[in-house]
C-alpha cells in the first residue's frame, strides 16, 4: 500500500515537471566573448530585451578567472539598469587605477555576468526564474598584441601519453578548445569525438591534460574558438607521442 503510494507520488512530480513551460532568456547578449585591448579606454556589450511586452531588469557584475566578484581592475556600468521590450542597452566594462597590477606579458581572465529580472506578475501560482549569462572577457595589455592575422593557436603542441593529451600553450593567449574529432566536419556527417569531457580552456603559457577516447592516433583535428567566437578547425599529425599542426600553405 505504502509503495503504490510512493509511486503515485513520484509519477505526479516527473507529470508536473513535462508540464512546465520550458524557462528561456529573454535578455541576450550579441557576442559571446570580450576583448578588451588596453590602449582601450572601455569595452561595449549590446544587450537586447527579445521579450516584445515586458520591460526586464538587467543586473551585471564581474568575476575573476577563480569566479570571485570584483569591482576592480574591471568594473561594469550601469550595474543595474532596465531595458524596455524588444528594447536594447549597453554595457560598459571601464577600466579602474588597479589595472596596473595586471601582467603585462599575458591576457587576464575575467567573467561578464548579466541576470535578467523579469517584472513582476499578478498571475497566481507562477513561479519567476531569473536567467543568468556568463560570458569570458580576455584583457589583453599592450605588450601581447598579436600581429595582423595572426593564429597563435598554431602554436600549440600536444604529446601523448597513453589515453590522455598533455596541451602545452606556449603562447601569452588564453586558447579555447571545443572539440577533437577523429575527422574533419567537412568530410563527415558524424566525425568521432576524442574528448572524453567537454571544451576545455588552456591558460597563457601553461600544459592541460585531457582524457581521450583513443590515445594511438597519428591524425586528428583540433577546434579553437577565435577572437570572434567562430570554431575553426586546426588539423594535427604525431610523430611518436608528440602532435603539432599540420599549418596549411
Known amino acids: 500500500m505504502k509503495h503504490t503510494f510512493y509511486q503515485r507520488a513520484a509519477g505526479f512530480l516527473i507529470g508536473c515537471l513535462f508540464l512546465m513551460p520550458t524557462a528561456y532568456s529573454a535578455l541576450s547578449l550579441d557576442r559571446t566573448r570580450v576583448i578588451f585591448n588596453d590602449e582601450e579606454q572601455s569595452a561595449t ?29 574591471l568594473m561594469v556600468l550601469p550595474p543595474l539598469q532596465r531595458i524596455e521590450a524588444k528594447g536594447y542597452s ?9 589595472i596596473s597590477q595586471l601582467p603585462t606579458d599575458r591576457e587576464s581572465l575575467f567573467y561578464l555576468n548579466v541576470r535578467e529580472i523579469p517584472p513582476k506578475t499578478d498571475k497566481p501560482n507562477v ?21 595582423k592575422d595572426e593564429i597563435w593557436q598554431e602554436k600549440l603542441i600536444v604529446r601523448k601519453t597513453g589515453n590522455t593529451f598533455q596541451v602545452e600553450n606556449p603562447t601569452p593567449y ?14 563527415r556527417a558524424n566525425p568521432v569525438s576524442l574528448l572524453k569531457g567537454n571544451a576545455f580552456m588552456v591558460a597563457p603559457r601553461s600544459t592541460l591534460s585531457v582524457e581521450v577516447n583513443d590515445g594511438t592516433v ?16 586546426l588539423p594535427f599529425t604525431c610523430a611518436q607521442n608528440q602532435c603539432q599542426p599540420a599549418i596549411r600553405k
Open 45 to 73: 556589450v549590446m544587450l537586447m530585451n527579445q521579450n516584445a511586452e515586458n520591460p526586464f531588469l538587467a543586473q551585471s557584475w564581474l568575476t575573476d578567472d577563480r569566479h570571485n566578484k570584483v569591482t576592480t581592475p
Open 90 to 98: 549597453l554595457i560598459r566594462l571601464v577600466k579602474t587605477e588597479q
Open 127 to 147: 513561479l519567476q526564474i531569473a536567467i543568468q549569462s556568463e560570458i569570458k572577457v580576455f584583457f589583453r595589455p599592450r605588450g601581447v598584441k598579436p600581429a
Open 174 to 187: 588564453y586558447i579555447t578548445v571545443s572539440g577533437i574529432l577523429k575527422q574533419p566536419k567537412a568530410t
Open 218 to 233: 597519428d591524425r586528428f583535428y583540433l577546434y579553437y574558438v577565435n577572437d570572434y567566437g567562430g570554431h575553426l578547425e
